[in-house]
């Protein structure tokens, strides 16, 4: 072993020491559980003192502001409303059209026409109306913040982390600062949304804009380009790919704001139709207006990503088709008129093909007569099922917490009881387990070294004492040594000074209750999402099935999620476990099967070349080569998993997004801030550990 | 003694042309603060102690910063980056100028500060005796505009034009209207043959087809100027010879003054008037072909052109010359008083022939030729000289 692992080993062994004397000690003095409340530091008081001047000295601005963005809300919304459902079906199709052709224009019909079929038109169309404002006002944010980033270096820094926080507070805890100041109303949910929705298109923009060839530019300048000419005629065209994906993402995130921001009620939107059914257990009616959301997501989704794929397969597509049936001079003017024009016409067409059906009464609002609303007989399908298969629902439930969630949650020293277990805990199953922990690190020191080793000795003590049993110092000590030493000193201090400011504004408990239901998640999303990519990148047809899967997945609002698990397994734990798997397991599938795809092509052949199995070329060549990908997979699974636990609040898990969630509730800025807060720093700590890993474990194997 | 092989250059083109392009002690250095190195009389740039007479205090435009590699290594210290070093030499009007170096040289670091796409730390770049380091934003824009044309090695065409918009680009930047761009444009495609292809875009079109398209760009506003940095490194061998004839066939209709950046030795014997060899952003020798083969400057020169074909790059002009000196007098003594018959009016050959072709005539007359230039005589050369310059050198 060389000197620095050996110093490297010695610190572990130390913090193993310190948890070992911190948990024989807890019972004794309680305080290395959690801070009692007297060392609490009133960050939330303070930040509450604050919001009070602050909405004090500039109500005004805000309410000023809420009445003029009221204005093009009003416009949108009304406008939607007034439409015959006809009309707004046949513009949808048409832009579907024109975005992807003629399979994404029937998808629109039949989206549109689900909503008017199933009654759901008029929140249907409010939602689009709020989306249809805040897009716009994100998307402009967005850019003028990416374009000014990307001049100044200054702007870059200040932005870059501003955008780490937008994107890892959860949404909730954005909702409350921005109710308190914009007061009740629609008007609410599109600010929010805009704000929620601007970071991708601030990253995307800057991307784009770093991107645009060294010589494109160069040409630019040489031909005497202005500083707008050479934005306007080089830089943003070459960036065009690049904003479109930006477009494509905004749009889905202002989408999914919109719907969260149905919790604080006031709009009768859609989202507030799938809440408040919700909320009365009315699972029939919260399914039926769920497939809507699902349907304006995919539909949003398909149609922004068509503008984008399209921008991206570049001007080759576009140019061949303009190519076609002309010839010879004069050809350029006649393209670009030919362009034009069937916009014109199809708007012209669709203005009359408006204005006719207005008069038409069916058409002007879609007739109560003709609604099919399945509602009732969901329930009743659902009642059969509960009443019938419960025993086998129950089952699982039950396994899932007994033998994995609770060992995790307090430990096998609490969860093992005859009960749940059907055996008590003896002192000689405790040793039996001690020896067998025992006896596997050292195995695996003999096998991989000490890593391994010490991870095995780490992993059966929290599993025998749960995440909520650990006491505080040895885990802000192992956390902050592990960003030591994978990332340095900044990831180590970022770690410290994370977990410090939940021990210090009292949300410790909490913060622990977050890491262990993610932690459950994110294990079971690695594990399952893992093996699912590793099929699907042996597996042509695998991954095709998968593909449209994972992207409704990842463009569905998160209530939508809930539904169906709320449906069979009832508000609990288990329910937000299930939720945030499915949520969270998209990026580690996504991530690992284009790992393993975009293996070195030289090194694989080499491998298959000197007689490797399948299995042995997987597990000797590809996993080893793939794992810094699949490793920001999994970090993209923890940022999602986090997400969506502050949504599970809604169906009943515990920790920071409850404690977001309570905050709302109660119009609490403070504790709103804390919480969130903690989520985000949970978030970025673990971001920034696995990121400084994946990049470390790239240079030392040479790839990118 | 690389440092100073800049001043190799003549003060009279090759071809009497006047000077079109004077690159002064042109110095790019990256870092912090590097424009410190150049502020003399300051103590910033820690120990300035030079032997200049100057004085200058001038910042960047220091034309006399002294030619030394203490200044190099004290940056370095000071962890700054060298590009350039001490760059200087002059670019004849209508002359192709090759820089060639190998990757990291510097050589496009130097073309980017001849067009300012760089801006170089300290030195001048006078185009026709003008400081172009002293323009304003404006008055560069304005220059660039008319003066300058510049061919990349990636292309640098814009993705989202066609063939004839990006030809046209520069005239649009000039808010020249459309009919009259695209009218310009038209006729540079025919230049470089690409008609046909107007409509198409870059990703449609092979590699020497869209640096045709990147060649008529640069010249669509008919610069006096023509930079190409590598225009043919990123083609195949075939097609790299292909475009090297045509480049030299456009430059007989043309005339522009350019300045040609290559890695490729060769490449750069069979298109330049001049050749500048850079090493480490230094410049190791400029001089003609042949001056480099027959005298490298150093070790670093000569293995550039250890493997060149002597015989067709050496001219008979060019070890006549080194003949007259010792022999020239009196070998024309002889022969004039002498025979005086038509042996020697026989023996006679052009100085820009090659050593190859001066092999068959020498074969017919082993005493000796004459070499002559516009009808006048310039030496002898003889079987003996012919096989010393061809005789590879340890």
């Known amino acids: ?704 | 003694m690389r440092s100073c092989g800049g001043g190799g250059a003549a003060p009279l083109g090759p071809m009497n042309a006047p000077v079109k392009i004077a690159c002064r002690h042109v110095w790019k250095v990256y870092g912090d603060d590097p424009s410190r190195f150049f502020r003399d009389g300051d103590g910033g740039g820690g120990g300035n102690n030079r032997d200049d007479g100057g004085g200058d205090n001038r910042g960047r435009n220091a034309g006399d910063v002294p030619d030394n590699r203490a200044l190099w290594e004290e940056f370095e210290a000071a962890g700054h980056i060298g590009a350039a070093c001490n760059v200087s030499f002059e670019v004849f009007t209508g002359e192709i100028f090759v820089i060639m170096g190998l990757s990291g040289s510097g050589k496009s670091t130097v073309v980017r500060c001849l067009s300012r796409l760089i801006e170089p730390t300290a030195g001048q770049v006078l185009v026709d005796g003008e400081d172009l380091l002293r323009l304003g934003a404006r008055e560069l824009i304005e220059f660039r505009r008319h003066k300058m044309g510049m061919v990349f090695q990636n292309f640098g065409l814009l993705p989202h034009l066609s063939v004839l918009d990006n030809i046209a680009f520069p005239l649009k930047v000039q808010n020249i209207g459309r009919p009259q761009r695209e009218a310009r444009a038209r006729e540079v495609i025919e230049l470089v043959g690409l008609q046909g292809r107007e409509d198409s875009f870059p990703r449609q079109l092979s590699g020497g087809q869209q640096q045709r398209v990147g060649i008529a760009r640069s010249l669509a506003v008919e610069p006096d100027m023509w930079f190409l940095d590598e225009p043919f490194s990123a083609l195949d061998p075939l097609i790299r010879r292909q475009m090297q004839d045509e480049f030299l066939r456009l430059q007989k209709r043309l005339h522009k003054t350019i300045v040609f950046i290559t890695h490729d030795f060769l490449e750069a014997l069979r298109l330049a008037d001049r050749i500048a060899i850079m090493k480490d952003g230094e410049i190791a020798q400029v001089g003609a072909a042949a001056e480099l083969v027959l005298n490298p400057a150093d070790e670093y020169v000569a293995e550039f052109t250890r493997e060149v074909p002597r015989a067709r790059i050496i001219t008979a002009g060019d070890i006549a010359t080194v003949a007259t000196v010792d022999a020239a007098a009196t070998l024309d003594g002889v022969g004039d008083s002498g025979d005086g018959d038509s042996t020697v009016t026989d023996a006679r050959i052009d100085a820009a022939a090659t050593l190859e072709q001066l092999m068959a005539r020498l074969a017919d007359h082993p005493g000796g030729v004459t070499v002559q230039r516009g009808g006048e005589t310039v030496g002898r050369v003889t079987a003996v000289q012919l096989i010393k310059a061809l005789a590879a050198r340890d």
């Open chain 1, 1 to 704: 072993m060389k000197p620095a692992d050996r110093r490297r080993l010695a610190a572990w062994l130390a913090v193993i020491t310190v948890a070992a004397v911190c948990i024989a000690l807890r019972g004794r003095a309680p305080w290395l559980l959690d801070l009692p409340p007297a060392f609490v530091v009133p960050v939330a008081d303070w930040f509450n003192a604050f919001m009070v001047w602050f909405i004090g000295a500039f109500k005004w601005l805000f309410r000023a502001a809420n009445w003029l963005l009221g204005w093009p809300l009003a416009g949108a919304q009304a406008l939607l409303q007034w439409l015959p459902w006809p009309a707004t079906m046949a513009a949808f199709c048409a832009l579907a059209f024109a975005a992807s052709g003629w399979k994404l224009a029937l998808f629109a019909a039949a989206a549109l026409f689900y909503m008017a079929l199933t009654g759901h038109w008029s929140p249907s169309m409010n939602t689009l109306g709020s989306v249809l404002v805040s897009i716009p006002l994100a998307l402009a944010a967005g850019f003028a913040l990416g374009v000014a980033a990307h001049r100044s270096k200054r702007v870059d820094r200040v932005v870059q982390p501003l955008l780490d926080l937008m994107q890892t507070v959860p949404t909730f805890a954005y909702l409350i600062p921005i109710l308190l100041l914009f007061g009740f109303g629609p008007v609410v949910g599109v600010v929010a949304s805009a704000i929620y929705a601007c970071p991708p298109m601030v990253r995307n923009t800057l991307l784009g804009l770093r991107r645009v060839p060294r010589e494109a530019l160069e040409s630019g300048l040489i031909c005497g380009a202005t500083g707008p000419q050479l934005f306007w005629w080089v830089q943003a065209p070459s960036a065009l790919p690049a904003l479109m994906v930006g477009v494509n993402q905004t749009t889905m995130a202002a989408l999914s704001m919109v719907i969260i921001a149905a919790i604080i009620g006031g709009s009768a939107d859609i989202g507030w139709e799938v809440l408040s059914t919700m909320r009365k257990a009315q699972f029939g009616q919260s399914l039926l207006a769920g497939i809507v959301i699902a349907l304006i997501a995919m539909l949003l989704d398909r149609i922004s990503w068509g503008f984008a794929d399209r921008a991206g397969r570049g001007a080759a597509a576009a140019g061949r088709s303009r190519n076609h049936g002309r010839g010879g001079r004069g050809g350029r003017g006649h393209g670009r008129h030919g362009r034009l024009k069937p916009w014109l016409l199809t708007l012209i067409a669709l203005a009359i093909f408006a204005g006719a059906t207005a008069f038409i009464p069916a058409a002007r609002v879609y007739p109560e007569a003709w609604v099919f609303y399945p509602a009732d007989a969901i329930n009743a399908a659902l009642r059969f099922v509960t009443a019938n298969y419960s025993a086998a629902t129950d089952a699982v439930k039950h396994a899932a917490l007994f033998y994995y969630l609770l060992p995790l949650k307090i430990g096998l020293s609490q969860a093992v009881t005859p009960f749940s277990w059907g055996v008590a805990l003896t002192p000689g199953l405790v040793w039996g387990y001690a020896a067998a922990v025992g006896v596997i690190a050292w195995r695996l020191f003999a096998w991989r070294g000490w890593r391994p080793a010490v991870a095995a000795v780490v992993g059966g003590g929290v599993l025998y004492f749960g995440v909520t049993g650990l006491p505080w110092p040895p885990f802000i000590l192992a956390s902050t040594l592990l960003a030591w030493q994978v990332g340095g000193r900044r990831v180590a201090l970022l770690s410290a000074g994370g977990w410090a400011f939940m021990l210090l504004t009292g949300v410790w408990a909490q913060a622990m209750l977050s890491v262990y239901l993610c932690a459950a998640a994110v294990l079971v999303c690695a594990l399952g999402g893992g093996a699912l990519g590793v099929w699907a990148s042996a597996n042509r047809r695998v991954s095709n099935f998968l593909r449209p899967i994972n992207d409704t997945l990842q463009s569905m609002p998160l209530f939508v999620i809930l539904i169906p698990f709320l449906m069979f397994f009832q508000i609990g734990e288990f329910t937000s476990f299930l939720a945030i798997i499915a949520y969270a397991i998209v990026p580690t599938i996504r991530y690992t099967e284009h790992g393993l795809r975009h293996v070195p092509a030289a090194s694989v052949e080499a491998a298959i070349a000197m007689g490797c199995t399948r299995r042995q070329l997987l597990w000797e060549v590809k996993m080893p080569l793939a794992l810094p990908e699949i490793m920001l997979g999994v970090n993209q699974t923890v940022l999602f998993a986090l997400a969506m636990l502050v949504i599970t609040a809604l169906v009943g898990s515990r920790g920071l997004g409850q404690s977001v969630y309570i905050a709302l509730s109660n119009a609490d800025p403070g504790l709103g801030l804390v919480a969130g807060l903690g989520i985000a720093l949970i978030a970025i700590i673990a971001d920034r550990i696995i990121q400084a890993w994946s990049a470390r474990r790239k240079s030392t194997l040479g790839i990118a």
